[in-house]
């Protein structure tokens, strides 16, 4: 069954240091998302990516953070200088427009941890 | 603004014994949910959806959920729990069309006694 995958399980950083976590999302899907949950706290959107553009962004996503689909197959989400607060667990989550009704397919996870 | 409420933030149940998670949504048009389960140290798994037609829904892992318009709810539902069940459950409500966010409730832990 295909399914996302993440990259790396788990990246330790120093404050203000550059991270870019990596997501291959399902091969045929066409809309890609980052949501982010913070330790003990609930899921919550970051963005939504489709035709090489944002779809979407929440308040969280300011300009420390970028997007982009560097070739045909990964995902990425980029933060610029890192921050305490960023430490978090990402995911990655794909979906495609000709299934299931905006259903979401989710990757094991990012977890993000500055230090 | 479309908002998810789970009230319940821990529930213990014993092996056997049913479960009823709660969820309350509030959504401008016709919601689309989800229950979503996580496992300790693992991602998202997708266990029911629900959109139109039948308001009852089965998904996988023998749960069910119900979906009450006038109530605004989304309950999850399980007969007899399993150790396994334990983990954190969460709701969650989007668009119909694809592209959508989605946005989660805060989670029920739940823990299984023997």
């Known amino acids: 069954e295909p399914e996302v995958t993440q990259t790396p399980s788990h990246q330790v950083t120093q404050m203000g240091q550059e991270v870019i976590l990596r997501c291959v999302p399902i091969?045929?899907?066409?809309?890609f998302y980052w949501y982010r949950q913070i330790l003990g706290q609930k899921v919550e959107f970051l963005v939504s990516f489709y035709n090489n553009e944002i779809s979407e962004k929440s308040e969280i996503f300011d300009d420390q953070f970028s997007v982009e689909r560097p070739d045909g197959s990964n995902f990425t989400l980029k933060i610029r200088s890192t921050k305490l607060e960023d430490s978090a667990m990402y995911f990655c989550?794909?979906?495609?427009?000709?299934?299931?009704?905006?259903?979401?397919?989710f990757g094991p996870g990012t977890r993000l941890t500055v230090l | 603004a479309q908002s998810v409420t789970q009230p319940d933030i821990h529930i213990t149940v014993s092996e056997g014994a049913s479960l009823e998670l709660r969820c309350n949504y509030s959504?401008?048009?016709?919601?689309?949910l989800f229950w979503y389960v996580q496992s300790p140290g693992q991602g998202l798994q997708l266990l029911l959806k629900?959109?139109?037609?039948?308001?009852l829904v089965q998904g996988i892992k023998g749960f069910e959920a119900e979906f009450k318009r006038s109530q605004s709810s989304f309950n999850l539902r399980k007969p007899s729990v399993h150790w396994s069940d334990a983990a954190e459950y969460f709701c969650?409500?989007?668009?119909?069309?694809?592209?959508?966010?989605?946005?989660f409730g805060g989670g029920t832990r739940v823990l299984v006694k023997p």
């Open positions: 969650a409500v989007g668009a119909y069309a694809a592209g959508n966010k989605l946005t």
């Open positions: 629900y959109f139109s037609g039948d308001t």
């Open positions: 989550a794909s979906s495609d427009e000709k299934s299931s009704y905006n259903e979401q397919f």
């Open positions: 091969s045929n899907h066409l809309y």
């Open positions: 959504y401008g048009a016709t919601p689309y």
